[in-house]
T-cell receptor, first 113, second 114 residues
Framework: EADIYQTPRYLVIGTGKKITLECSQT?????MYWYQQDPGMELHLIHYSYGVNSTEKGDLSSESTVSRIRTEHFPLTLESARPSHTSQYLC????????????FGPGTRLTVT | AQTVTQSQPEMSVQEAETVTLSCTYDTSESDYYLFWYKQPPSRQMILVIRQEAYKQQNATENRFSVNFQKAAKSFSLKISDSQLGDAAMYFC???????????FGQGTRLTINP
């Protein structure tokens, strides 16, 4: 399996709480991505980064924010969690060259009550 | 914008038999890559196979092979000699050269019957 890690794996939290989902990789990849995936459904890109201090919004609008201060770390933050944020969040990284694959983390399954 | 469509939400196959998962895509770009990813239950998504659009030869990885029909924009995955460990969600995805962003299909849940 790829060297990309996400914590926590599961999180149940109340409405209005601030949460940060952690993602780190030890492969030295410049490109990192956050996807949102409802159970059994397709993945939607919500944020991506091409390197340190570079972040962009993805194709699916999200109230979350991201930062990329270090190459290996790409955390995602929700300032005020809502039940509509309940989903699985997958982090991925890649070299980003022509046609290179993305390596995925195990995901964080978030439930907002 | 590019789109990827998987028309089979669920498929099942007997162990040791062959199954084909369908995928169609739409893009106006000429330089792109196609992927099949596997997502086992509660485990990390991993790459199964990759195809460069400029290559006519279909990609093969052991028991996994693709049927890439560029004109028809079709990219099906064939799994031969199915094993219980093949049970998973399978996602087809397209990457436009330069865009560095994957677009995924809806997924196909594959069940292997012993």
């Amino acid at each position: 399996e790829a060297d990309i890690y996400q914590t926590p794996r599961y999180l149940v939290i109340g409405t209005g709480k601030k949460i940060t989902l952690e993602c780190s990789q030890t492969m030295g990849h410049d490109k990192m991505y956050w996807y949102q995936q409802d159970p059994g459904m397709e993945l939607h890109l919500i944020h991506y980064s091409y390197g340190v201090n570079s972040t962009e919004k993805g194709d699916l609008s999200s109230e979350s924010t991201v930062s990329r201060i270090r190459t290996e770390h790409f955390p995602l933050t929700l300032e005020s969690a809502r039940p509509s944020h309940t989903s699985q969040y997958l982090c991925a990284s890649g070299l980003g060259g022509a046609g290179t694959e993305q390596y995925f983390g195990p995901g964080t399954r978030l439930t907002v009550t | 914008a590019q789109t990827v469509t998987q028309s089979q939400p669920e498929m099942s196959v007997q162990e040791a038999e062959t199954v084909t998962l369908s995928c169609t895509y739409d893009t106006s770009e000429s330089d792109y890559y196609l992927f099949w990813y596997k997502q086992p239950p509660s485990r990390q998504m991993i790459l199964v196979i990759r195809q460069e659009a400029y290559k006519q030869q279909n990609a093969t990885e052991n028991r996994f092979s693709v049927n890439f029909q560029k004109a028809a924009k079709s990219f099906s995955l064939k799994i031969s000699d199915s094993q219980l460990g093949d049970a998973a969600m399978y996602f087809c995805a397209c990457l436009i050269q330069g865009a560095q962003k994957l677009v995924f299909g809806q997924g196909t849940r594959l069940t292997i019957n012993p």
